[in-house]
T-cell receptor, first 115, second 114 residues
Framework: NAGVTQTPKFRVLKTGQSMTLLCAQD?????MYWYRQDPGMGLRLIHY???????AKGEVPDGYNVSRLKKQNFLLGLESAAPSQTSVYFC??????????????FGPGTRLTVL | GNSVTQMEGPVTLSEEAFLTINCTYT??????LFWYVQYPGEGLQLLLK?????DKGSNKGFEATYRKETTSFHLEKGSVQVSDSAVYFC?????????????FGQGTELSVKP
């Protein structure tokens, strides 16, 4: 099992460029998440998905779009990158349960720099 | 709204010292509480969790007790090792929220010197 993988690991963009970050999980999890990590601010949820074909906004969704066309993949898009989007991006997944909140499994992260 | 506050870092300790990282929370209802650890260059991984008041989570020598009366979930370890150097995140989740979302604290960096 690869767990949660993210592509690419590093990327440098110029202001106004677009890109897509890919997250894939092989654990058959229903739930998937995109976070950004910035110094002193912990992890903040950008968007999440509770199943294939569904997406929802998190705490900081502006400037990002997402898609979940397949259960195992969750894509994060930046249509017009801005320097404020320089960050480390983490994808995570977890299985659904009516009995409570389950462990989230994280990918290794993507370090994005916007010049 | 729900929130998590952790003690500021970095925390620097000598090997075999006692560790406490404070975490307090604000939440409606009865959240579940978590500690995640992030080793250098990696993603986060679950360290321990507690789902109700007075529960004690433990793993790898770390412990934390869910204290509803003080709204706290402090992380402790009796004797730290150099390999414990990492960033530690406290998090909470309302079990009734859709999608199992977590709210994280800002993280506390721990550096253990030999």
């Amino acid at each position: 099992n690869a767990g949660v993988t993210q592509t690419p690991k590093f990327r440098v963009l110029k202001t106004g460029q677009s890109m897509t970050l890919l997250c894939a999980q092989d654990m058959n999890h229903e739930y998937m998440y995109w976070y950004r990590q910035d110094p002193g601010m912990g992890l903040r949820l950008i968007h999440y998905s509770v199943g294939e074909g569904t997406t929802a906004k998190g705490e900081v969704p502006d400037g990002y779009n997402v898609s979940r066309l397949k259960k195992q993949n969750f894509l994060l898009g930046l249509e017009s990158a801005a320097p404020s989007q320089t960050s480390v991006y983490f994808c995570a997944s977890s299985y659904s349960s009516l009995a409570g909140v389950n462990e989230q499994f994280f990918g290794p992260g993507t370090r994005l720099t916007v010049l | 709204g729900n929130s998590v506050t952790q003690m500021e870092g970095p925390v620097t300790l000598s090997e075999e010292a006692f560790l406490t990282i404070n975490c307090t929370y604000t939440a409606t209802g009865y959240p579940s509480l978590f500690w995640y650890v992030q080793y250098p260059g990696e993603g986060l991984q679950l360290l321990l969790k507690a789902t109700k008041a007075d529960d004690k989570g433990s793993n790898k020598g770390f412990e934390a007790t869910y204290r509803k009366e003080t709204t706290s979930f402090h992380l402790e370890k009796g004797s730290v090792q150099v390999s414990d150097s990492a960033v530690y995140f406290c998090a909470l989740s309302d079990p009734y929220n859709q999608g199992g979302k977590l709210i994280f604290g800002q993280g506390t960096e721990l550096s253990v010197k030999p």
